[in-house]
């Protein structure tokens, strides 16, 4: 299992910057698939990004295309998650979510961290 903790949230202006960073605790950090999640209230939670076990290949909601870059380093066994160009409607609590070889979905997920994004 790992279990995975989420920080750099906060309160920002539009336009500006802010980074995710995710500590993933436990063995094996490389079996899983990484992605980023975001959940606005009254919505359904919504993909922002992923990034595979070797981080070669990166995938990015349309939303979030173009703004925002995944990465992680399989020696500190983090996931990050730079958001550029911030928007008011990027307001939300962010969740990191870990997907094990095999599985079809994000099984494992972080506490989220809050982003909120003013005008």
């Known amino acids: 299992q790992v279990q995975l903790v989420e920080s750099g949230g906060g309160l920002v202006q539009a336009g500006d910057s802010l980074n995710l960073s995710c500590a993933a605790i436990g063995p094996t950090f490389t079996k899983y698939i990484m992605g980023w999640f975001r959940h606005q209230p009254g919505k359904e939670y919504a993909f922002v990004a992923s990034?595979?076990?070797?981080?070669?290949?990166?995938y990015y909601a349309d939303a979030v295309k173009g703004r925002f870059v995944i990465s992680r380093d399989n020696v500190k066994n983090t996931v990050s998650l730079q958001m550029n160009s911030l928007k008011p409607e990027d307001t939300a609590v962010y969740y990191c979510a870990a997907q094990a070889i095999s599985a079809t979905d994000f099984g494992y997920w972080g506490q989220g961290t809050q982003v909120t994004v003013s005008s």
């Open positions: 990034i595979s076990r070797d981080g070669t290949n990166a």
